[in-house]
């Protein structure tokens, strides 16, 4: 493509690689490249097609630091990353993570799975590393943003596979990801920073219309002028305060809510690669589903969320009597089963047909329908079911038959879960992916109860200085305050939020 000899360049590499499957039975790489020419043997001019690669941005410069440090709240993804976009710039922060540290959470969570015994501090959603610690551990964003490539270098650079530096979909896995958490912990804490675990934040404190610093829930005041909220989607409590005391600006959000669509991987391999499927090259396949529809006079989106190849479902509830999942995968993907969200967006004016009204209706919704899935799953966190053929048909049907999930199935009839509009948009949905997907609406196929944190039901508004509209010093960040959707996007937004702290103290 270059038109130069193999002598020409001193160096080639791979920087992306991306399998294509959209030709059944003839899958491919398609892979981007990046070269460097030896000297003086540079052509004269790039053939179509090629561009010469941006120079590497320079070390970012380091501020002042402020007298009293900043607090994060929070240890995902956007607390973690906005503790080290501010040490680059040489300011120490306080980290406050209400759940454990990332290795010993594995134990919350793994009784969790096993027995449904839920720890309401450390879980799933709740400790170091945050939601996507022991979900999955995906790298893969629809967002582009210069960033990307710097979180993902980051988790590299800290334990995770090199791999994700040039795939497509960048995936780490359950099994890996909680490593290089902890040591990028570690580096903040040998830089400086402080991190307290077991340390939940109640309230957070203003004087003047300026943050002032927090409350924990023992009662203990820590004071600072600059505090990052980035408490993942389900810290409930600290959103019902903001409510209540009206001091913090909150509103509810649009998000997503549905099930947990689950088939044999082999199935899902023999529709996406065709007759290649037993290719001992090929990964487990994944999907990417998504569909507009008009149903009761409105547009809903239905699509797939978080596919999970080679997975399995987990538990992911924060407080006892409510019943949500997600999927999970550990990096080499070789589970038997794999799974996916199958979601509907729900908005304000379908709170407010369910009868809920103000900033937290979307919480309170999504709470509503958590409550009845667990009663619907007799306790314990079992989770309802049913194949996708009886749920399209209206009936009970058949036992769902095998499935990853622990602690396990309640057979039931899902049809009696969601308002029926937001019924009949998932049931066309499944109908239309049946059609790109054959096969993918079979009695091998079920749907496991619900999938319902898929992004914040809440959003705390903030200005172009991403701050918040209503407490000057008030960074809301990440998932849980609505301005992100996974692990790299969350990442990115605690970043962006550093480089605004080290202007203003610049």
Known sequence: MLEVR??????????????????????RHIHTVEVTFADGRAPSRLPPGVTETEPAPAPPSRVRSPERRPIIVGTGPAGLFCALGLLERGVHSVLLERGREVIQRRKDVARL????????????NFGEGGAGAYTDGKL???????????????FARYGAPDRILVDGKPHIGSDLLPFAVARLREELVAGGCEIRFETRVDDVL????????????????????????????????????????GHVAIEAKPFA?????????????????????????????????????????????????????????????????????????????????????????????????????????GLEFQRHWEQEAYRLGGGRFFAPAQTIP???????????????????????????LFPPELTAAIKAA?????????????????????????????????????????????????????????????????????????????
């Not at 203003?206 to 408490?231: C, E, I, K």
């Not at 547009?299 to 999927?327: E, H, K």
């Not at 999938?451 to 914040?456: A, L, P, V």
């Open 6 to 27: 193999p002598d020409d360049l001193s160096s080639v590499r791979v920087v992306r690689s991306v399998l294509d499957a959209r030709k059944k039975g003839s899958p």
């Open 113 to 124: 799975m096993r027995d449904g015994s839920l720890d309401p501090e450390s879980n799933m």
């Open 140 to 154: 893969s964003t629809r967002i582009n943003h210069p960033l990307v490539r710097k979180v993902i270098e980051t």
């Open 206 to 245: 203003a004087s003047d219309g300026r943050a002032a610093g927090v409350v924990l829930h023992d009662g203990t005041r820590l004071d600072s002028d600059r505090v990052v909220l980035a408490p993942g989607n389900s810290a409930r409590e600290l959103f019902e305060r903001f409510a209540r005391d």
């Open 257 to 361: 809510i549905g099930f947990r669509a689950e088939h044999p991987q082999g199935l899902i391999d023999s529709i996406q690669y065709g007759a290649a499927a037993k290719h001992p090259e090929l990964p487990p396949a994944d999907y990417k589903l998504a569909e507009n529809l008009e149903t009761g006079g409105e547009m809903r989106g239905v699509y797939s969320f978080c596919m999970c190849p080679g997975g399995i479902v987990v538990p992911t509830p924060t407080q006892d009597g409510l019943q949500c999942t997600n999927g999970m995968s550990n990096s080499r993907r070789n589970a038997r089963l794999a799974n996916a969200g199958i979601v509907v967006s729900v908005s304000p004016a379908d709170f407010g047909r369910a009868g809920f009204h103000g900033p937290l209706a």
């Open 390 to 416: 009886d749920y399209l048909a209206g009936r009970k049907g058949a036992p769902p038959g095998e499935t990853s999930y622990r602690p396990g199935l309640a057979h039931v009839d899902l049809n009696v």
């Open 430 to 506: 499944l109908r239309r992916f049946d059609q790109k997907m054959r096969g993918f609406v079979s009695a091998e196929g079920k749907l496991i109860g619900i999938e319902s944190r898929t992004s914040s039901p809440v959003r705390l508004p903030r200005d172009e200085s991403l701050q918040s509209v209503s407490v000057r010093g008030l960074y809301p960040s990440g998932e849980g305050c609505g301005y992100a959707g996974g692990i790299v996007s969350s990442a990115i937004d605690g970043l962006r939020i550093a480089e605004q702290i080290a202007k203003e103290l610049a």
